[in-house]
Nanobody, 124 residues
Framework: VQLVESGGGLVQAGGSLRLSCAASGSTFSIRRMSWYRQAPGKQRELVAAITSSGGSTNYADSVKGRFTISRDNAKNTMYLQMNSLKPEDTAVYYC??????????????????WGQGTQVTVSS
């Protein structure tokens, strides 16, 4: 599976950015998709996640009310709309995609794939 992230960049505090993560090459169903971020000197943390149908989402407390995760299953693409950005949102943002399905022998296999990361920098 190939994941291509885009949309990162430099923005002033209070501004907005929209990240995209396009998945291709999967022979299995694309299941849960999520965004993580990692700031310098900190551990990677979950930002937001969305189920396969898009019917359920969850967010880190630090981004609730400011970020919105969505997906377009026809395009195998996930988005993260980031509004009211703060300097503390500065990090490398990674998409994580879980795939899985019947391996042909009756077993449900699961795989996890990570994007290459995109830098988001918020200036004060």
């Amino acid at each position: 599976v190939q994941l291509v992230e885009s949309g990162g960049g430099l923005v002033q505090a209070g501004g907005s950015l929209r990240l995209s993560c396009a998945a291709s090459g999967s022979t299995f169903s694309i299941r849960r998709m999520s965004w993580y971020r990692q700031a310098p000197g900190k551990q990677r943390e979950l930002v937001a996640a969305i189920t396969s149908s898009g019917g359920s989402t969850n967010y880190a407390d630090s981004v609730k009310g400011r970020f919105t995760i969505s997906r377009d299953n026809a395009k195998n693409t996930m988005y993260l709309q980031m509004n009211s950005l703060k300097p503390e949102d500065t990090a490398v943002y990674y998409c994580k995609v879980e795939t899985g399905g019947d391996d042909g022998l009756g077993y449900d296999v699961k795989y996890v794939h990570w994007g290459q990361g995109t830098q988001v920098t918020v200036s004060s």
